[in-house]
């Protein structure tokens, strides 16, 4: 079963990859739309999705009908609309305070608020703070301000800075090996780009990153070996990192996209400073991303202005049995099985060290939910070479929900001649998320790895955007 599973999400991203054109926009829409309604006619894609609508879908559903009645109770009472109202401030609309929820295994559990303040100095311009607090007590703190538009030109800066207090952080290394070390470093970032033409945009930055591991607070395993020492573990050391980027952005909406597609690739050179006796530090790294949307179906994935209105009317004296009936797999209606959205992403970054063995365990690539990986932690591998490639089918349920499943792959070396096949990882399972067009509330999954690996994804970080 699990083969099939990953053959069909093969299959699929094949499909997408071979069908790189853009899709034909329908003239016929109705004036109440909001969203241009989109038709594909590829016989390939439809042969490619049949299992997924009328086999894999149903049953996602069937599996998710504990969740589904109280989102539709969530969209019957508004509850999306009044919580955006309650968390917006300003006269504009241009400040957002709200919560933040991270549950992953371990201490690595934390929770937080972010405070979004746009136009804060200038016009075309925000500010992002978040503080989070971790179970084990440990907390770190970030700040990030961006300038668009600067002068009236398309050039922009960017500035950031983050500390972290933790008693108990941990690096697992390529060797399975896991270093437990205290942890009170503090990060700053520089930038500045521009557009080049059309999406594409050019950044350089520097980075000012000010490292101090020491022993751990509490009882941990501890290596004071000759290499942990040159890794630098329980060191104090300061890296310089230079950055020079490109990429570009097609997305039609920021949290809830239906076509287009995200690149970039990166260069960096990173100077570090002397430690354990040694000056041979330094490292480069490459590093690029691709995600591509591709709507499935012959109907717009987001709800029109219409649409919602009736959606409204009907749920807003719904019983839950009535709710129930409704995303009953037998009775799920055409129209819902016409709105699909397939995500593919490929992803890799490559660290070169200039003295073999030398270069700082910071510099390590990290494999985990953040790549995404979703059944491992964050960073739960790690080595110079890492690569993955994640698929992800979504379809609404409600106005402002998903349910998607999802199947991943990733693995781990020290280059591109030692890539071991058993170092590759998989991650599968299903979920939903709960958003709106603008702006990103949060998202739940199960992930499994292999027969018995099952982790619980709980969080308010969206996965690809």
């Known amino acids: 079963m699990k083969n099939f599973f990953n053959t069909l999400f093969l299959l699929a991203a094949l499909a997408v990859a071979a069908n790189a054109a853009e899709p034909e926009l329908d003239d016929d829409f109705s004036q109440d739309s909001t969203i241009i309604n989109i038709e594909h006619r590829d016989r390939l894609l439809a042969i490619v999705s049949w299992p997924f609508v009328r086999i894999v879908q149903p049953t996602v559903e069937f599996l998710m009908y504990p969740v589904i009645p109280p989102l539709i109770y969530i969209s019957r009472e508004n509850l999306i609309e009044k919580g955006h109202n309650l968390i917006t401030y300003g006269d504009e609309g241009q400040i957002m305070f709200y919560p933040t929820i991270n549950a992953e295994i371990g201490g690595a559990s934390n929770i937080g608020f972010a405070y979004r303040h746009a136009n804060l100095l200038f016009g075309d311009d925000y500010m992002l703070f978040g503080p989070r607090l971790y179970t084990n007590a440990d907390w770190d703190a970030s700040v990030f301000y961006q300038k668009n538009k600067i002068m009236s030109t398309s050039f922009f800066g960017e500035l950031g800075a983050s500390y972290r207090e933790m008693g108990s952080n941990d690096f697992r290394d390529p060797k399975n090996m896991t270093y437990t070390f205290a942890d009170s470093s503090v990060n700053f970032y520089t930038a500045l780009g521009f557009n080049l ?4 945009n ?43 980027s490109l990429f570009s952005n097609t997305l039609d909406e920021p949290y809830a996209p239906t076509k287009g597609s995200k690149f970039s690739i990166g260069y960096t050179y990173a100077s570090v400073s002397p430690y354990s006796g040694s000056k041979d530090h330094n490292y480069h790294a490459v590093e690029s991303r691709y995600v591509r949307y591709f709507l499935l179906g012959n109907k717009s994935y987001a709800m029109t202005v219409a649409e919602s209105e009736a959606n409204r009317e009907r749920l807003r004296n719904l019983s839950f049995k009535e709710a129930i009936e409704i995303l009953n797999p037998i009775n799920v209606r055409e129209e819902i099985l016409e709105r699909r959205v397939l995500v593919t992403q490929i992803k890799a970054r490559y660290m070169l060290e200039e003295n073999k063995g030398k270069a700082p365990f910071t510099a390590m690539g990290r494999l985990g939910d953040n790549y995404p990986l979703r059944a491992y932690p964050s960073g739960h591998f790690t080595g110079p070479l890492i690569a993955g490639i994640s698929t992800e089918y979504r379809w609404p349920i409600d106005l402002y929900a998903d349910a998607l499943i999802f199947n991943e792959y990733g693995i781990f070396g020290d280059d591109f001649k030692n890539l071991p096949l058993s170092n590759l990882r998989n991650s599968y399972g299903f979920g939903f998320r709960v958003r709106t067009p603008k702006l990103f509330i949060t998202r739940f999954a199960l992930a499994f790895h292999g027969k018995h690996g099952v982790s619980l994804v709980l969080t308010t970080r969206p996965d690809y955007e």
Do not use: C, M, Q
């Open 202 to 244: 050019l950044k350089f930055a520097v980075g000012y990153n000010f490292y101090r591991f020491d022993w751990p607070n509490i009882s941990g395993e501890i290596d004071s070996s000759p290499e942990a020492e040159d890794r630098g573990f329980y060191k104090h050391f300061n890296t310089f990192p230079l950055t020079v």
């Open 197 to 200: 033409v059309s999406y594409w």
